[in-house]
């Protein structure tokens, strides 16, 4: 774990400095592109079920979740002009990069779920919740992500807890620019 830690300062630091001016410029035209802050928290559960508040760049308008968090649906009209194109390319999680840096995310792990998310899990989904959250996972890496039932998900997410080491976070860590590219070619 203590490795783990180390690696996730280490290199969440060096992403901030070196992504510290195209973030700042993504804020800029994310405030120019919509009225409202640059930057969007949302509660999210992590290690143990812990809730903290996940960084993105508000992609969607301000009043977009008056009627509670939802996702996004394709052609949502709650979504900004350049929020369609933070979302596509999933730069929109940049900021997830200081969630890991201050602790409450990792840079690989299971996906931080929403607490109504886990409402519904099952004693054995919940044990995706034994470990800290990751920016990317191998769902994220994983083709025809979006057509995989959650059952599966979590059967990923759990062989990653029980094999996870250094080397299979770099791996993942590396193969998460080219399923972004992949994404964003559909």
Not at 44 to 69: C, H, I, Q, Y
Request: proline letters at 8%.
């Amino acid at each position: 774990r203590f490795g783990k830690r180390l690696f996730d300062i280490v290199m969440s630091f060096l992403a901030i400095v070196i992504l510290a001016l195209p973030m700042l410029i993504l804020a800029i035209v994310v405030r120019l592109d919509s009225p409202g802050p640059a930057l969007y928290k949302q509660e999210r559960l992590g290690k143990n079920g812990k809730p903290f508040k996940v960084l993105k760049f508000r992609s969607m308008r301000l009043d977009a979740e008056k009627t509670g968090a939802q996702w996004a649906a394709e052609n949502d009209p709650r979504v900004t002009r350049f929020g369609r194109i933070l979302r596509k390319c999933s730069i929109d999680e940049l900021p997830q990069l200081f969630n890991v840096f201050k602790g409450n995310m990792s840079l690989v792990g299971p996906r931080p779920p929403l607490p109504s998310e886990t409402a519904e899990y099952t004693d054995y989904d919940k044990l995706r919740l034994l470990v800290t959250p990751g920016i990317t996972c191998t769902w994220q890496i994983a083709p025809h992500r979006n057509d995989m039932p959650f059952s599966k998900w979590v059967e990923m997410d759990l062989t990653y807890i029980e094999n996870r080491t250094t080397l299979l976070d770099i791996k993942i860590i590396l193969k998460t620019p080219i399923a972004m590219l992949k994404a964003t070619g559909r």
